[in-house]
């Protein structure tokens, strides 16, 4: 894996939350959005396949994955914007989500 294509891994997986797309913590996500079992060297006590929260984001990564593939004709992988564009991509995606964050905080402290 080159320099470029390591940066953008690490961006989209950093920002997507989802380490089974940086590390391969379960196997890898496929762009079918399944999951493979664990790797051979997991604990015996976790399950074969992986369930909970990460299987689900995975799984909204893989739907994401489609609806991006109908709107833009190509996959993030197929896409050849520089990597300064997709920093700049992932840049504004970030401050949106702070926005999102400050406005849930701002809406839960005015709660009683």
Sequence with gaps: ?????????????????????????????PKSGLLKG???????????????TE?????????????????????VEANPLPLRDWLQHAYEETLDQAIYLKRAIEELDKKP
Aim: charged share 10%; proline share 9%.
């Design 1 to 29: 894996m080159s320099d470029t294509e390591l940066a953008i891994a690490f961006a989209v997986a950093w920002i997507s939350g989802c380490a089974c797309l940086l590390w391969g913590f379960f196997g890898n996500c």
């Design 38 to 52: 664990l790797p051979p060297n997991a604990p015996p006590s976790l399950p074969s396949r992986p369930t909970g």
């Design 55 to 75: 299987t689900r984001v995975c799984a909204d990564i893989a739907a994401r994955q489609q609806r991006g593939i109908t709107k833009y004709g190509t996959t």
